[in-house]
């Protein structure tokens, strides 16, 4: 009998902690994107009073954080794919890593 | 002949036994992988326009899932990185034009909308047993949105 094995992505490729946490920040970027864009698009249906509330900038601040990590764990993924050297996606994820960092420091201290 | 076909999924392996067309010979396992992909995607004879109708909804929703992350990506790049670096490091590029939300928009739903799939077929198998049908669901559920949203705006 012939034996075929079908690889398909799984967390056992791309590691159980970022596999778990793409799909976390995700679930909670769909609410805090849903505010985002009701704010600053459709305030008149309510959104307003999130503004007025106070907590709107501790939300911006929030999206911003998790939507880095969410791109970052998604232009990992991406890379775990290509067949460029272990080293070379080890040294590219953590440049890229280091420079979403750099960004979500220098907008969260500006 | 028969195969034994092993498909590696998120928490452990599903076995089975198919035919040489990948169809399984026993009952299928609800989240098994579409076993046709290969010979949709690898194996086609491209120059067949008609086989098109006949596509791999995991492979394309894989593929659009992608490149909408990429370019969403992009638009934050614009909408906050540019403008951190060219004018101060908490100012913001807003869109003005309509139609450039709106874009923004149909890019955006189709990455929620396939992710939530994504997530359902992951954890429950819901949906996996019939991709072709949740992916244009999908597809239709992103294009609605888009629809109203635009519309309210």
């Known amino acids: 009998m012939k034996t075929t094995t079908l690889e398909t992505r799984t967390p056992d490729d791309i590691g159980y902690f970022a596999w778990v946490t793409?799909?976390?920040?995700?679930?909670?970027?769909?609410?805090?994107?849903?505010?985002?864009?009701?704010?600053?698009?459709y305030p008149q249906y309510g959104f307003v009073a999130v503004y007025t509330s106070g907590?709107?900038?501790?939300?911006?601040?929030s999206t911003l954080g998790l939507l880095l990590l969410?791109?970052?764990?998604?232009?990992?993924?991406?890379?775990?794919?290509?067949?460029?050297?272990?080293?070379?996606?080890?040294f590219a994820s953590g440049v890229v890593g280091l420079v979403f960092l750099a960004f979500f420091v220098f907008r969260l201290l500006g | 002949?028969?195969?034994?076909?092993?498909?590696?999924?998120?928490?452990?392996?599903?076995?089975?036994?198919?035919?040489?067309?990948?169809?399984?010979?026993?009952s299928e396992p609800h989240n098994a992988t579409d076993m046709r992909e290969n010979r949709l995607v690898y194996e086609?004879?491209?120059?067949?326009?008609?086989s098109w109708s006949d596509f791999s909804p995991?492979?394309?929703?894989?593929?659009?899932?992608?490149?909408?992350g990429w370019l969403l990506?992009?638009?934050?790049?614009?909408?906050?990185?540019?403008?951190?670096?060219?004018e101060a490091p908490t100012a913001?590029?807003?869109?003005?034009?309509?139609?450039?939300?709106?874009?923004?928009?149909?890019?955006?739903?189709?990455?929620?909308?396939?992710?939530?799939?994504?997530?359902?077929?992951?954890?429950?198998?819901?949906?996996?047993?019939?991709a072709k049908r949740v992916f244009q669901g999908t597809l239709a559920l992103a294009l609605l949105f888009t629809i109203a949203l635009g519309g309210l705006l």
């Open chain 1, 22 to 41: 793409h799909r976390l920040t995700a679930i909670v970027l769909v609410f805090l994107l849903a505010i985002h864009l009701g704010v600053q698009l």
């Open chain 1, 55 to 61: 907590v709107y900038g501790t939300l911006l601040d």
């Open chain 1, 70 to 90: 969410h791109g970052f764990l998604g232009v990992r993924a991406t890379l775990l794919e290509t067949t460029v050297t272990d080293a070379t996606k080890t």
């Open chain 2, 1 to 26: 002949m028969y195969l034994l076909v092993t498909i590696r999924i998120p928490f452990g392996r599903i076995e089975f036994l198919c035919d040489e067309t990948y169809k399984p010979c026993a």
């Open chain 2, 44 to 50: 086609r004879n491209v120059t067949d326009i008609g």
């Open chain 2, 58 to 68: 995991n492979h394309v929703a894989f593929a659009l899932h992608r490149i909408t």
């Open chain 2, 73 to 86: 990506l992009g638009w934050v790049f614009v909408h906050l990185g540019l403008p951190s670096l060219l």
């Open chain 2, 92 to 130: 913001v590029y807003a869109p003005a034009s309509k139609a450039v939300i709106v874009a923004l928009f149909s890019v955006f739903l189709f990455h929620a909308f396939n992710g939530v799939r994504l997530l359902v077929a992951e954890f429950t198998g819901y949906g996996a047993g019939a």
